[in-house]
């Protein structure tokens, strides 16, 4: 527990910090030309970089919350934690937070690293996604060629679970340490889904 409040990752530091990185995420959204504020902002996640304190961490993020699924998705764990109380910033309402452990990857910072939002659609891969997206934001599709001249990176991924049976293809957006996810499926129902 001290060593996650010396890092600056205990939940009360990082529920502190929260206004200030969703801040950053509404800064990105607006250089992209993205209107989020209609739209159901999923969960929170952070990163780590240490075995040892991603333990910790799920540990204390359990008293804020229950632990909703715990898959291996890409070779690692990922934790998914409901909040008891819903966690509310600004115009949002996040209902849970994703804990992924660490991986092969290294993160230059520790902390909060993304928001993911749901744009709501039958999406059933990225291509779809892609269209659902330009549609859902018009000025997208001039702004793709330019987002690399930005500093702005793009990935179009399909993370999937094992026992997941609801396609949720996912648009990040990261520039600078912040990152914006868009789906088409809570992950509170892709979690259900892989009830069934």
Same mark, same amino acid.
């Given at each position: 527990?001290?060593?996650?409040?010396?890092?600056?990752? *205990?939940?009360?530091?990082?529920?502190? %910090?929260?206004?200030?990185?969703?801040?950053?995420?509404?800064?990105?959204?607006?250089?992209?030309?993205?209107?989020?504020?209609? /739209?159901?902002? %999923? =969960?929170?996640?952070?990163?780590?970089?240490?075995? &040892?304190?991603?333990?910790?961490? *799920?540990?204390?993020?359990?008293? /804020?919350?229950?632990?909703?699924? +715990? +898959?291996?998705?890409?070779?690692?764990?990922?934790?998914?934690?409901?909040? =008891?109380?819903?966690?509310? #910033?600004?115009?949002?309402?996040?209902?849970?937070?994703?804990?992924? /452990?660490?991986?092969?990857?290294? /993160?230059?910072? &520790?902390?909060?690293? =993304?928001?993911?939002? #749901?744009?709501?659609?039958?999406?059933?891969?990225?291509?779809?996604?892609? #269209?659902?997206?330009?549609?859902?934001?018009?000025?997208? &599709?001039?702004?793709?060629?330019?987002?690399?001249?930005?500093?702005?990176?793009?990935?179009?991924?399909?993370?999937?679970?094992?026992?997941?049976?609801?396609?949720?293809?996912?648009?990040?957006?990261?520039?600078?340490? #912040?990152?914006?996810?868009? =789906?088409?499926?809570?992950?509170?129902?892709?979690?259900?889904?892989?009830?069934?």
């Amino acid at each position: 527990m001290q060593k996650l409040r010396e890092a600056g990752l *205990h939940p009360e530091q990082m529920l502190v %910090d929260l206004p200030a990185f969703m801040a950053r995420i509404m800064a990105l959204a607006s250089e992209l030309g993205f209107s989020l504020e209609q /739209y159901q902002a %999923d =969960h929170i996640a952070l990163r780590v970089n240490d075995r &040892e304190m991603a333990e910790a961490l *799920h540990q204390s993020w359990l008293v /804020y919350g229950e632990e909703w699924s +715990n +898959n291996i998705i890409n070779g690692r764990p990922i934790i998914v934690i409901g909040f =008891h109380q819903p966690i509310q #910033v600004g115009s949002w309402v996040i209902e849970c937070l994703e804990l992924p /452990y660490p991986g092969d990857k290294a /993160y230059p910072q &520790e902390g909060w690293e =993304h928001v993911e939002f #749901v744009i709501p659609a039958k999406a059933g891969n990225t291509d779809q996604l892609k #269209v659902v997206l330009e549609q859902a934001f018009p000025q997208l &599709e001039q702004q793709w060629a330019l987002m690399a001249d930005k500093g702005i990176s793009v990935k179009a991924s399909s993370p999937s679970g094992e026992k997941e049976r609801l396609p949720n293809p996912t648009y990040a957006f990261k520039k600078n340490g #912040v990152c914006i996810k868009l =789906h088409p499926c809570s992950l509170k129902d892709v979690i259900e889904s892989e009830e069934v």
